[in-house]
């Protein structure tokens, strides 16, 4: 079975400054997609930023980029330029060939102002 | 566009009571899921939905849970009787199809007495 590991269950960062959040996972498949969801206070999960991992190129989204270490099993998102409204649960996931999505238990981002 | 709508937001019941979750995905999303979130940690899927066909409901717990999507459109997950451990945060998700992105709703959160 895949699992999803995230070591940090807390993070905090300075405005402005870069944040980055670790996530590991184990699988034996080679096509695989690799995802980070944001999950505010409020709890609406908002998808963050996709991987495939057939695609070499790290994947980025305006202030959100990844490390995608595929030998290593490793999906670090990094987070430049922090806004108090990135402040919320992080969730990376994993969806394998069978297209069961597989979460990690979160990391808890808050940021200082 | 209107976003999943999950209702009732918050449900406080006894143990032994029987309990009801709405959701009515994004208009045209034939894939609809239910996950379950434990305090503290990542989402869980419990059953998925291609149209009206459960394709993947390993997870539910079908002595007591059961789930219906009617002309697939909404669905309902109703857990018959209760139990303390079913205290959690119930997800319900959809996405066009089954690779594709997945919008989450903001959750029941259910705490049972």
């Known amino acids: 079975a895949q699992t999803v590991t995230q070591s940090q269950p807390e993070m905090s960062v300075q405005e402005a400054e870069t944040v980055t959040l670790s996530c590991t996972y184990d699988?034996?498949?080679?096509?695989?997609?690799l995802f980070w969801y944001k999950q505010p206070p409020s709890r609406q999960m908002i998808l963050v930023i996709r991987?495939?991992?057939?695609?070499?190129q790290n994947a980025t989204e305006n202030r959100f980029s990844v490390n995608f270490q595929k030998a290593a099993k490793s999906f670090s998102l990094k987070i430049s330029d922090s806004q108090l409204g990135d402040a919320a649960m992080y969730f990376c996931?994993?969806?394998?060939?069978?297209?069961?999505?597989?979460f990690g238990t979160g990391t808890r981002l808050a940021v200082r102002p | 566009e209107a976003g999943v709508v999950q209702s009732p937001r918050y449900k406080i019941i006894e143990k032994k009571q029987p309990v009801a979750f709405w959701c009515n995905p994004i208009s045209g999303h034939n894939t609809l899921y239910w996950y379950r979130q434990n305090l503290g940690q990542g989402p869980e899927l419990l059953i998925r939905y291609e149209n009206e066909e459960a394709v993947d409901d390993s997870q539910l717990p079908k002595d007591r849970f059961s789930a219906e999507r009617l002309k697939g459109v909404d669905s309902t997950l109703k857990i018959q009787p209760a139990e303390l451990g079913d205290s959690a945060v119930y997800l319900c998700?959809?996405?066009?199809?089954?690779?594709?992105?997945?919008?989450f709703g903001p959750g029941t959160r259910l705490t049972v007495l």
């Open positions: 996931a994993y969806q394998s060939s069978g297209d069961k999505l597989t």
């Open positions: 991987q495939e991992a057939y695609k070499q």
């Open positions: 998700a959809s996405s066009l199809a089954v690779r594709n992105e997945q919008f």
């Open positions: 699988t034996s498949e080679s096509d695989y997609y």
